[in-house]
T-cell receptor
Framework: KNEVEQSPQNLTAQEGEFITINCSYS?????LHWLQQHPGGGIVSLFM???GKKKHGRLIATINIQEKHSSLHITASHPRDSAVYIC??????????????FGKGTKLSVKP | EPEVTQTPSHQVTQMGQEVILRCVPI?????FYWYRQILGQKVEFLVS????????KSEIFDDQFSVERPDGSNFTLKIRSTKLEDSAMYFC???????????FGDGTRLSIL
């Protein structure tokens, strides 16, 4: 059974701090997803990665396939980064994208 | 940028009633999904749909649930006889033909009274 574990569950940071959120998964994957859930509930896909590192603006995602571990980093954090960050792993990789198994999320609060 | 749209944003229904949640996926996407999130809990997979049929479903997706793509644009989730425990946020998502991220709608909050 595929399990996705995230840490920490809650994170409070001061504006400008470097943030790291960790994700571990138990089953080999095709591509790991990082998503952001806004306070209103909407979900936005941030990254999908199967190896190495990806960067988008102040967000960086890394993955270590051998260790089944991924990290999401936010540089120069800002209050508008406050959200729940979720790691998700495809259940399988058959003919489809793979239905996602979600972690419980990390609730990030960035204080001005 | 194209987006997935869901209606209604909030649905309040009496227990035992049927409810239909509607989604318009991104037009050139081929894979469609429903997820749900009970308040305070993680998002859970319900069902995936490809080539006009269910490709996978979870244990949650029992006989009370059904999905349809009636007209080539809408993608609906029907709950036949709602229970209190069906109260949740329901998210629709779609993805394109290759390995691409899933795009999510803003969700429908379903409240069962």
């Amino acid at each position: 059974k595929n399990e996705v574990e995230q840490s920490p569950q809650n994170l409070t940071a001061q504006e400008g701090e470097f943030i790291t959120i960790n994700c571990s998964y138990s089953v080999g994957i095709s591509a790991l997803h990082w998503l952001q859930q806004h306070p209103g509930g909407g979900i936005v896909s941030l990254f999908m990665l199967s190896s190495g590192k990806k960067k988008h603006g102040r967000l960086i995602a890394t993955i270590n396939i051998q260790e089944k571990h991924s990290s999401l980093h936010i540089t120069a954090s800002h209050p508008r980064d406050s959200a729940v960050y979720i790691c998700a792993d495809p259940m399988n990789y058959g003919g489809s994208q793979g239905n996602l198994i979600f972690g419980k999320g990390t609730k990030l609060s960035v204080k001005p | 940028e194209p987006e997935v749209t869901q209606t209604p944003s909030h649905q309040v229904t009496q227990m035992g009633q049927e409810v239909i949640l509607r989604c318009v996926p991104i037009s050139n996407h081929l894979y469609f999904y429903w997820y749900r999130q009970i308040l305070g809990q993680k998002v859970e997979f319900l069902v995936s749909f490809y080539n006009n049929e269910i490709s996978e479903k979870s244990e949650i997706f029992d006989d009370q649930f059904s999905v349809e793509r009636p007209d080539g644009s809408n993608f609906t989730l029907k709950i036949r006889s709602t229970k209190l425990e069906d109260s949740a946020m329901y998210f629709c998502a779609s993805s394109g033909p290759r390995v691409q991220p899933q795009h999510f709608g803003d969700g429908t909050r379903l409240s069962i009274l």
